[in-house]
């Protein structure tokens, strides 16, 4: 199975600039050893499992906890059975239709 996560999270209660909360996130899905991708507005993993999703997300969640009153999260998934690297083949499904490469 392959679950693909995108999502946003920081505090709401921090102030204008959130990056070192947002680090704090990315921090936590890269020592996670998923796959992940950091876009300006959100990131992108992928894990085998919804389980597995969802726990990083908490992971993720509390790691802001500790000292953020209001924290904001959109979340999107796409899951899909018998599949998996998903986020590599979802691109060059892309490209190869495009006969180029897209931007990265």
Do not use: H, W
């Amino acid at each position: 199975m392959s679950v693909l996560v995108e999502f946003a999270m920081f505090p709401t209660d921090k102030g204008e600039s959130v990056s070192s909360y947002v680090s704090r996130v990315i921090d936590v899905i890269d020592r996670s050893g998923f796959e992940y991708k950091l876009t300006p507005m959100g990131s992108v993993f992928e894990t085998e499992s919804m389980e597995d999703a969802l726990n990083l997300l908490n992971e993720c969640y509390k790691t802001l906890d500790k000292d953020c009153n209001r924290v904001y999260a959109t979340v999107k998934f796409d899951i899909r059975k018998n599949r998996s690297n998903r986020m590599k083949q979802k691109i060059e499904s892309i490209e190869s239709k495009l006969k180029k490469e897209v931007k990265k």
